[in-house]
């Protein structure tokens, strides 16, 4: 069984860019979603596809399933989407052995950036850049299964300057 143990972070500047090792356009749409379960269906640079399926209660870890689909199938599926689908650029920038997957909303969310980090266990205590701001791991508002199923109030997206 695969665990996916993740901190997460809002991002208070741009000082991260300089180091992207990667950027990758995103799409992705929930299908189901419960309290301790949701599938989801995700686009990377309109060339490949993955389903996702997680369960857990905690933010910090869930049991996850990831599983490349084809494309066509996949736009299709993002048709059945619950509430918005979520539009994001993602850079990956590594810092000190670890890499950090920083997210650039756009659409309904531009504005908000959040960077995390996935981790091998719980006790992996990875180097916080200097980029970060508040740790909003446990914050469900900042989840992407709450950001597609509701709507974020305005005053919790931190903008960065464009």
């Not at 670890?98 to 990875?126: H, K, N």
Request: charge should be negative; charged fraction near 30%.
């Amino acid at each position: 069984m695969a665990k996916e143990i993740e901190r997460k972070f809002l991002v208070t500047n741009d000082s991260w860019r300089q180091h992207a090792t990667s950027a990758t356009p995103m799409r992705q749409a929930y299908l189901s979603v419960n309290h301790d379960r949701s599938v989801r269906v995700r686009t990377s640079n309109d060339e490949s596809a993955k389903l996702t399926i997680k369960f857990g209660k905690t933010a910090l870890v869930r049991d996850e399933f990831e599983y490349p689909i084809p494309l066509a199938e996949a736009e299709e599926m993002i048709t059945f989407a619950v509430g918005n689908v979520i539009e994001k650029v993602r850079y990956t920038v590594d810092v000190g052995g670890f890499t950090w997957e920083v997210d650039v909303f756009e659409g309904a969310y531009r504005g908000l950036v959040i960077a995390e980090v996935e981790l091998q266990s719980e006790q992996d205590d990875p180097e916080l850049p200097d980029w970060l701001g508040r740790e909003v791991t446990g914050d469900r508002r900042y989840s992407n299964q709450v950001l597609a199923t509701e709507r974020l109030k305005p005053e919790l997206v931190h903008a960065l300057p464009n």
